[in-house]
C-alpha cells in the first residue's frame, strides 16, 4: 500500500546535527499529517513532530522544541527532521508516520532509524 523509507540516522556527538528524511510511496494516496515519532529503550513511544499537509500546521514535542524543525515536500511525499543541537536523550529509534486519511490516524510507518547521540 504505502511504503516509507527512512534515511539520515546514525551516530554523531552532542551538540551535532543529523537530517532525517522519509519518503512515501506504493499507492494513490494523499499525505495529510507526516511526522516522526521515537522509542527509547525502557520508555514509550513518542511523537517528536509533526506537520500538515498546508505545512502551516507544525508540532513538536516540548523537549525537541527550538532544535528540531520538521519540514516537507509533498511533490516528493517526503517529510525531513531536522535535528540541531543533538543531546544524548535524544537517543532513539525514530520512526516516520504518515496519515492518510483526514478522519484516520497515522496508518503507515517506517521502519525506524537508530538515532544515537554520545556524551
Known amino acids: 500500500q504505502v511504503q516509507l523509507v527512512e534515511s539520515g540516522g546514525g551516530l554523531v556527538q552532542a551538540g551535532g546535527s543529523l537530517r532525517l528524511s522519509c519518503a512515501a510511496s506504493?499507492?494513490?494516496?494523499?499525505?495529510?499529517?507526516m511526522g516522526w515519532a521515537r522509542q527509547a529503550p525502557g520508555k514509550e513511544r513518542e511523537f517528536v513532530a509533526s506537520?500538515?499537509?498546508?505545512?502551516?500546521?507544525?508540532y513538536y514535542t516540548d523537549s525537541v522544541k527550538g532544535r528540531f524543525t520538521i519540514s516537507r515536500d509533498n511533490s516528493k511525499n517526503t517529510v525531513y527532521l531536522q535535528m540541531n543541537n543533538l543531546k544524548a536523550e535524544d537517543t532513539a529509534v525514530y520512526f516516520c508516520?504518515?496519515?492518510?486519511?483526514?478522519?484516520?490516524?497515522?496508518?503507515?510507518w517506517g521502519q525506524g532509524t537508530q538515532v544515537t547521540v554520545s556524551s
Open positions: 506537520i500538515s499537509r498546508s505545512r502551516t500546521g507544525t
Open positions: 506504493g499507492r494513490t494516496f494523499t499525505a495529510y499529517d
Open positions: 508516520a504518515v496519515t492518510t486519511s483526514p478522519t484516520r490516524g497515522y496508518d503507515y
